[in-house]
């Protein structure tokens, strides 16, 4: 499985992006993706998930301000994040079956 992710970038507090992670292969509908972040000097954390049936879990860091989503017909999932704040800071990496995306950059800027 390879994973494409993208879509960060440099944005102040209170601002939004929108990650995404294309798979490669033809199960994607049928299993679930996540989100992790690895913030610099601290341990990977997972952050949210999405299942197969589209029902959704998030850590409580980022419930209530981050929604993950699919587009099965793209084989794509996405992070829409608002209300960024600077300890959103991380490389935000996705997860599907057993491998990682390459990581994308996000910087939230006080």
């Known amino acids: 499985v390879q994973l494409q992710a993208s879509g960060g970038g440099l944005v102040q507090a209170g601002g939004s992006l929108r990650l995404s992670c294309a798979a490669s292969?033809?199960?994607?509908?049928?299993?679930?993706i996540g989100w992790h972040r690895q913030a610099p000097g601290r341990q990977r954390e997972w952050i949210a998930t999405?299942?197969?049936?589209?029902?959704?879990n998030y850590a409580d860091s980022v419930k209530g301000r981050f929604a993950i989503s699919r587009v099965n017909a793209k084989n794509t999932a996405y992070l829409q994040m608002n209300s960024l704040k600077p300890e959103d800071t991380a490389v935000y990496y996705c997860?599907?079956?057993?491998?990682w995306g390459q990581g994308t950059l996000v910087t939230v800027s006080s």
């Open positions: 999405i299942s197969s049936d589209g029902s959704t």
């Open positions: 997860r599907y079956l057993n491998s």
């Open positions: 292969g033809s199960t994607f509908r049928f299993n679930a």
